[in-house]
């Protein structure tokens, strides 16, 4: 089972930045968060990912609260292409070598003019 | 950088025919996996190789779906005979094997399967 927990749904104005939220109370020291989204009828595009620090790349910004029991992606500036279902996945890390990703059902956010 | 390549990008079967689909990943990419997402639900995986030996096919309804990859590249996943509830998108991955936190898994655009 997914052990992340997403609200279902948002919306966010274009332009504005698009905050999602994940719960991952249950999360283990060697575990890294990873987001993904799925914009319809693709397959899944990776986003980021990080472990204890906030991450920041072209797409998107990661912060990770200090217990790690939650985390935030940030799009900084939303367009409408960003309207996507969002994924927050925890991903074991072992051995320096990293097991499957496990969805849960993930944010659908709308991104509205 | 090519990315994972999938084929056919969608199919029509009656039930109880069978179908396969054909997966390249990256380049240099040691593991692969092959998921299932039913409409509505987010992909689940149903087996993952590293080069050309499984690792994981836990999740594989190994009465029907068979998948194989001999050279450690290229993959086929086949499902015989298909059932109705067998309709769904079938998503190749690929990500390299290494240490650290680079081990990223990449999608391919799916194979989209519809049993009548």
């Known amino acids: 089972d997914a052990k992340t927990t997403q609200p279902t749904s948002m919306d966010c104005a274009e332009g504005r930045a698009a905050n999602l939220p994940c719960n991952h109370s249950t999360i283990s020291g060697n575990e890294y968060v990873y987001w993904y989204r799925q914009i319809h009828s693709q397959g899944p595009q990776y986003i980021i990912h990080g472990l204890k620090n906030n991450e920041t790349n072209e797409m998107a910004s990661l912060i990770i609260t200090e217990d790690r029991k939650s985390s935030t992606l940030i799009l900084p500036h939303a367009t409408l292409r960003d309207t996507a279902v969002y994924y927050c996945?925890?991903?074991?890390?072992?051995?320096?070598?990293?097991?499957?990703?496990?969805f849960g059902k993930g944010t659908k956010l709308s991104v509205k003019p | 950088e090519a990315g994972v390549a999938q084929s056919p990008r969608y199919k029509i079967i009656e039930k109880r025919q069978s179908v396969a689909f054909w997966c390249n990943p990256i380049?240099?990419?040691?593991?692969l996996y092959w998921y299932q997402q039913i409409l509505g639900q987010g992909p689940k995986l149903l087996i993952q190789?590293?080069?050309?030996?499984?690792?994981?096919d836990s999740q594989l309804p190994k009465d029907r779906f068979s998948a194989e990859r001999l050279k450690g590249v290229d993959s086929t996943l086949k499902i015989q005979p298909a059932k109705l509830e067998d309709s769904a998108v079938y998503l190749c991955a690929s990500s390299r094997t290494g240490h650290g936190s680079g081990n990223t898994i990449y999608f391919g655009e799916g194979s989209w399967l519809t049993v009548v």
């Open positions: 380049s240099g990419h040691a593991t």
């Open positions: 190789f590293q080069n050309n030996g499984v690792v994981d």
């Open positions: 996945i925890v991903r074991e890390n072992y051995g320096g070598s990293q097991g499957n990703l496990i």
